[in-house]
Structure formats: C-alpha cells, structure tokens
C-alpha cells in the first residue's frame, strides 16, 4: 500500500437502481489496485454497497466520503432523507419498511443494516427524523 | 464443476463470459435476495437466481462472484449483459426453473459448502 492517505467522494442517486453500486465499485477497484487483502476488500465492500442501497432507496440519495489509510478504510454515506425514528428496530434482522417495489429489484429483506454491522469492524449509524442519516463504516485493513 | 459442466447440466446458454468456461466452481448459491447471498455466502460460488436486476450484477462484483445463472428462462436486458461483461462476470441463462435447476447440480455432485456454513 501507498503512504498517502486517499480520500474519495461520490454522489449516490436516488431512485436509480441501475446506478446504485456503482460508488463501492469504484471503492473496490481502487482497493486492488492498493493490493489489499481480498477478504477485507469483500467486507468493505459489502458493507459500503449495502449502505449505499439504503440511501438509493430509503434516503433520497446523498453522498459516500471514503478515506483510505494504511490500517484502515472509513466509510461515511449521508442523506437528507426521513431518518431513522428506532435504530435498535432498524437493526434487527428481517425489519424493513422497503416497498414491494424494492423488494422485487432484491432488497428490502431488513438484511442491510444486520449485513453492515457484519462485515465492519466498527458501524456508527446517526440519524434524525425529519433530517436524515449518517452511516459510517470501519474496516480494518 | 468445471462451468462448461454447469452449461451442459442446465442445458444453458452462455451470454458472455466464454472465457470463463474451464473455470472451476466448487459450490452454488440459489437465491433471489441478494441482501441473503452478502449475509452468507462465504466462497467464490455460482449464483442460480430468478431475479432479473443489474443489483445481481452487482451483488456479484461486491462477492467475488464469477459466474450467474439465470433460471426459468428470463429475457435479460442488454444492460445487465453489458455490466457483467465490464466486471468479467460469465452469465448463463437456462430454461430451467430454480428448483430444477438446482437439483440439476446437487445431483452431479454441486455441493452448498462454503455458502451456509
Ligand atoms: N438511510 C436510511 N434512511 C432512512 N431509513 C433507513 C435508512 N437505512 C435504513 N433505514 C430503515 O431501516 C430499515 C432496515 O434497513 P436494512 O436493514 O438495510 O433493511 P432494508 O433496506 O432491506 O429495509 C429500513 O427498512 C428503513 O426503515
Ligand atoms: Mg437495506
């Protein structure tokens, strides 16, 4: 890996399933071409896309800031959406309030937040009802 | 399995990733909710899925996943061919519906380890 600290940003689209990803895609490839040890590549991604979907489809879109350094990648995603009123609920395994729309593209099956808490070594979920969600996500590298 | 064995066993056509043919898969994964495939498949499987979506696609870059099956036969958008080409992941398309198609494997000897345990 590189010295330098790398800090990326994206813009995550609301309501355009077919974007969705692309912004931990990018985050993936940047990750091997630093040679990082594929299982924590996978983690990072993992957990970046599943909280990038949640802004697609729960949070009006909004944005991912990335920061990349030698022992770890740290990921914030923000949206102004509804917010979340019960994190404790939200996290439960199998809740969801996702539409029968979204359910049908393959999400809304209250995996997500289980899923980030999964494959991160450290998940801050801030949220306010009326302004929106922050999710940040460690992984160790 | 060699995949041209998953071709010939699901009677498949193959979409893109020709050159994805002599590669080995050990295990397979049939599922249509993604969120479950990234809670639980832990190796590099085939994904048997009904659901039609680029987030299949994704799923799959975001896994490590090399090669998807689409079951029962489902008209795929050029879109998601495009995408999975781009990530160098081979699809396959069989008439089969999912039950079919998984027995199909798990009687020529596809096994599910390394996906749930
Ligand atoms: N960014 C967000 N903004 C608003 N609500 C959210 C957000 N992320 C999660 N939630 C709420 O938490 C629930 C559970 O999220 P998750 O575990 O990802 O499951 P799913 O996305 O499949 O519904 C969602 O259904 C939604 O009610
Ligand atoms: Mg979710």
Not at chain 1, 106 to 125: E, Q, T, W
């Amino acid at each position: 890996m590189s010295d330098g600290i790398i800090r990326l940003k994206f813009d995550i689209l609301p309501n355009d399933m077919s974007a969705a990803g692309e912004a931990s895609s990018g985050v993936k490839k940047v990750l091997n071409q630093l040679g990082v040890e594929p299982q924590k590549i996978k983690k990072a991604a993992i957990a970046m896309y599943e909280a990038e979907i949640n802004a697609v489809i729960h949070g009006g879109g909004g944005i991912a800031e990335v920061v990349i350094d030698k022992e770890y990648i740290e990921v914030k995603i923000r949206d102004e959406g509804p917010g979340i009123a019960d994190i404790e609920l939200a996290m439960q395994e199998g809740y969801s309030t996702a539409s029968d729309e979204i359910r049908e593209m393959g999400f809304g099956a209250g995996m997500g937040l289980p899923n980030m808490k999964r494959y991160s070594d450290k998940l801050v979920i801030e949220s306010e009802v009326g302004k929106g969600t922050t999710v940040t996500i460690v992984v160790n590298l | 399995m060699k995949v041209s064995e998953v071709v010939n066993l699901l009677e498949a056509e193959v979409l893109t990733g020709e050159e994805s043919l002599d590669m080995e898969v050990s295990a397979a994964c049939g599922s249509d909710l993604m969120s479950d495939v990234m809670a639980y498949v832990k190796e590099n499987v085939l994904l048997l899925t009904g659901l039609v979506s680029p987030q299949v696609v994704r799923t799959a870059e975001m896994m490590d996943i090399k090669v998807i099956a689409f079951v029962r036969g489902k008209n795929l958008p050029q879109s998601i061919i495009d995408l999975a080409k781009e990530k160098g992941i081979a699809v396959l398309r069989t008439k089969h519906p999912m039950f079919i198609s998984c027995g199909k494997l798990y009687s020529a000897g596809m096994t599910g380890r390394g996906v749930w345990d």
